[in-house]
């Protein structure tokens, strides 16, 4: 019996790695059938693929696949106008690739793979499979905590990106085992690029995007909920006099706790007969939703304080009760001859409830204390002493015997966000320097942004900000940067570098140093012909330009207001610990005249949660301080320690 147990093991073994063989050749055949296809249309100087055509080809020869392959790779091929989501499903957490497209400057490719980055151990996967969505760039993809992913929309082209294709299709990804799903709803959003969508409890909501005609783009401005229990879309109608926002692209759309928020984005306006202008738009707009679809309303937010830059080619991450923008660009006429263009790598964030925006910055990385841990652990264990006797003197400790299991493994989870937030990471520096697996490369961590560019990527797991790929533009080249980055948004020391590769750009700076040379023998030859004809080319500035920034200069406000300044307020330099431990107890006290039927470990559960809820609403105003405090020389503040009594002299 063991002998044909064994016998049957090896033969399944046998089928399974022919079969993950098989697999590995249709994934190289269906790659090089689609380098073929494109370098075919490329040699057509007329471009005139059959769209619909190439895209049935593309679709057949998925279906050869006969299961999900996948694949550990060191990092996703280089991509641009894809999606990345961050999902933590049960405690897994994970990024999500997926889409995109390449261009070699005469021709562009499009990607339907998906990569999944896993945080915890650094390894990026490929999934292939016949049930994945055509290949397409700029749609629109999210996660719903239920555990799946939705994505919308997007575009094709023919290779020479003479005609295009917009999808209207709607697709669900499980989030546990990476099979996608196809919605057949023939009510939906109807096909598009560029939009946007969030999450509100049990619906996923999406707004705007574009269409590209030929002759023409077409902007959207309607807004629709998808139902996650019933997996149908639906429209939101608005009375003719409700104002809406106008129709945009990529613009931000993130979620609040009423409904969600819109900021930014960029259209077309006419500009005479049968021509248009581009438009960068600043306005920002709060969703407001109710159980009832037909009570949903748009609020125009007024502007105050300072503003961002207007700027294209970003879009906002949400982060406990904050927005978060990187990158974008802006172009601008500098001269009557010329068109100019600033990028932007500044990281600027949007606090919701005050509705008012800052820029942060890195701060210089400290030199890590010897921190003593046991004396951290005594100090947590007399405020969870203090925090019980407050409970039993209210006779509110739990009625049932205590779990020691339960408490400890709440104490222990309790203990990990505080040393997160406190910035020990000693332990995940270890597991980084252990981790020599080719296909989870080292990082290094750098003093700076990453270079200015448009188009990134970003999303935010936990607290941390990711930025991958991204564009810089110089004259008329363009550049697609492949390159990975996070951000600790708790202490902002310092940008984790997964991978960069500048070089296209480094060549380019070569050659405009060489350029400048020249410029500055010709400018000593031609000095004097230029100071008598005069300046020939006239730097366009508007009349109005000094009046609009004394208005700014008068409206900025450095003090960010506080929504709840009957809460206690973290201090200069204070950790979540060393605030937590101070105000431990009033917080307790809030949490139980909030809360009048809940006892013992839920009200400690509740009064940590506020805790550390208040320190990040409070922390942009805080910094603020210590940026004001580091400028003077104070890098630290020493508190005094009550508990222990020292003779006055």
């Known amino acids: 019996m063991a002998k044909k147990d064994k016998k049957s093991k090896d033969a ?155 999808y209207s299709d709607t697709w669900i990804l499980d989030s546990t085992n990476k099979e996608w799903s196809k919605i057949d709803n023939k009510k939906g959003p109807s096909s598009r690029s560029g939009h946007r969508m969030t999450v509100w409890k049990n619906y996923i909501l999406l707004h705007g995007g574009f269409r590209d005609l030929g002759t023409s783009t077409t902007y959207l401005d309607d807004l629709w909920l998808f139902d996650i229990t019933t997996y149908k879309w639906e429209q939101v109608g608005f009375p003719p006099t409700h104002s809406i926002p106008d129709a945009r692209s990529g613009h931000s759309f993130i979620p609040t706790d009423e409904g969600a928020i819109l900021y930014g984005g960029y259209c077309k306006v006419k500009a005479g007969r049968g021509l248009q202008k581009g438009k ?51 172009d601008y006429e500098e001269t009557e001859e010329t068109l100019d263009s600033e990028f932007y790598n500044t990281l600027i964030s949007y606090n919701i409830e005050t509705n008012r925006w800052y820029t942060l910055s890195l701060r210089s990385a400290k030199s890590k204390k010897n921190s003593n841990k046991k004396e951290k652990i005594n100090r947590d264990k007399e405020l969870e002493d203090m925090l019980n006797s407050i409970l039993a003197k209210a006779n509110l400790n739990d009625d049932d015997e205590i779990d020691e299991e339960s408490e400890a493994a709440a104490f222990a989870e309790k203990e990990k966000r505080l040393n997160k937030a406190d910035g020990d990471d000693d332990d995940d520096d270890d597991e980084n320097d252990d981790n020599d697996d080719e296909n989870s490369p080292a990082y290094e961590v750098v003093s700076q942004m990453p270079h200015p560019r448009f188009n990134a990527v970003t999303c935010v797991l936990d607290d941390t900000m990711y930025i991958y790929g991204g564009v810089f533009e110089h004259g008329e080249q363009e550049f697609n940067l492949d390159s990975f980055y996070a951000i600790d948004l708790s202490k902002l020391q310092g940008v984790k570098v997964f991978w960069e590769d500048l070089s296209e750009l480094d060549k380019m700076k070569d050659s405009d140093d060489e350029f400048d040379d020249e410029d500055d023998d010709e400018d000593d030859d031609d000095e004097d012909d230029d100071e008598e004809d005069g300046p020939t080319d006239r730097k366009l500035v508007a009349e109005d330009d000094d009046e609009e920034e004394e208005e700014e200069e008068d409206e900025v406000e450095p003090e960010i207001p506080d929504p709840r300044p009957y809460l206690p307020h973290p201090k200069a330099f204070e950790t979540l610990r060393a605030f937590y431990i101070r105000t431990g107890a009033e917080f307790l006290s809030w949490a139980i005249s909030q809360n009048k039927d809940a006892r013992g470990k839920v009200l400690k559960s509740y009064a940590f949660d506020l805790c550390e809820e208040r320190w990040w609403e409070r922390r942009d105003q805080v910094r603020i301080e210590e940026d004001a405090l580091e400028e003077s020389g104070v890098t630290d503040v020493i508190e005094k320690d009550f508990s222990k009594t020292t003779k006055r002299r």
């Not at 961050?86 to 998906?114: A, R, W, Y």
């Not at 407001?288 to 991450?317: A, H, L, N, Y």
């Open 280 to 330: 960068i738009l600043t306005d920002c707009w709060e969703l407001i939703m109710k159980s009832d679809t037909k009570q949903i309303r748009w609020e125009r937010k007024r502007k105050q304080g300072f503003q961002p830059s207007p700027r294209v080619g970003c879009s906002m991450q949400y982060h406990k009760g904050r927005g978060l923008l990187f990158g974008g660009v802006y």
């Open 12 to 166: 399944k073994d046998a089928k399974k790695a022919r079969m993950a063989k098989k697999n590995e050749k249709i994934v190289k055949k269906a790659d090089s059938k689609l380098k073929k296809l494109s370098k075919k249309a490329g040699d057509d100087l007329e471009d005139d693929v059959d769209l619909d055509e190439l895209l049935k080809q593309l679709a057949d020869s998925q279906l050869e696949f006969e299961e999900i392959h996948v694949d550990v790779v060191k990092k996703p091929h280089k991509r641009l106008n894809s999606t990345l989501v961050s999902s933590n499903n049960n405690g897994k957490k994970e990024l999500v690739l997926f889409g995109g497209e390449v261009s070699n400057g005469q021709t562009v490719n499009f990607f339907n793979d998906l990569y999944v980055y896993t945080v915890d151990n650094n390894i990026w996967r490929r999934y292939i499979s016949k049930n994945a969505p055509l290949a397409r760039s700029s749609h629109a993809m999210c996660y719903h905590p239920s555990g799946i992913f939705l994505m919308h929309g997007g575009e094709f082209s023919s290779p020479k990106q003479s005609t295009f294709h917009h």
